[in-house]
């Protein structure tokens, strides 16, 4: 299991959504196929084909636990992600 499988399955899991690193998040939405774009502290994320937008910002090194709440709703919503 690689990295991005791990952090996937972690944030679909829902069981330490405080404890996601923003770095992860950030890497699992880029391996995802998110495009990024970063405005004074605002990690801003979109796909084609998508609606929704995800704004990621830091809490330390940590995500923000609603925000990952948000992904995973994308991420189940559009089941993105392949099999995990």
Known sequence: MNKHEKILLQ??????DAN???VDLRDLLLHL???ERTRSGH????MAGI????NLQRQGSKAKA???RQVRSVILKH???GEA
């Open 11 to 16: 944030v679909l899991r829902g069981t330490a």
């Open 20 to 22: 996601i690193r923003f």
């Open 33 to 35: 196929g998110f495009e």
């Open 43 to 46: 990690h801003l994320f979109r």
């Open 51 to 54: 609606e929704e937008r995800i």
């Open 66 to 68: 609603y925000q990952v």
């Open 79 to 81: 089941q993105l992600g």
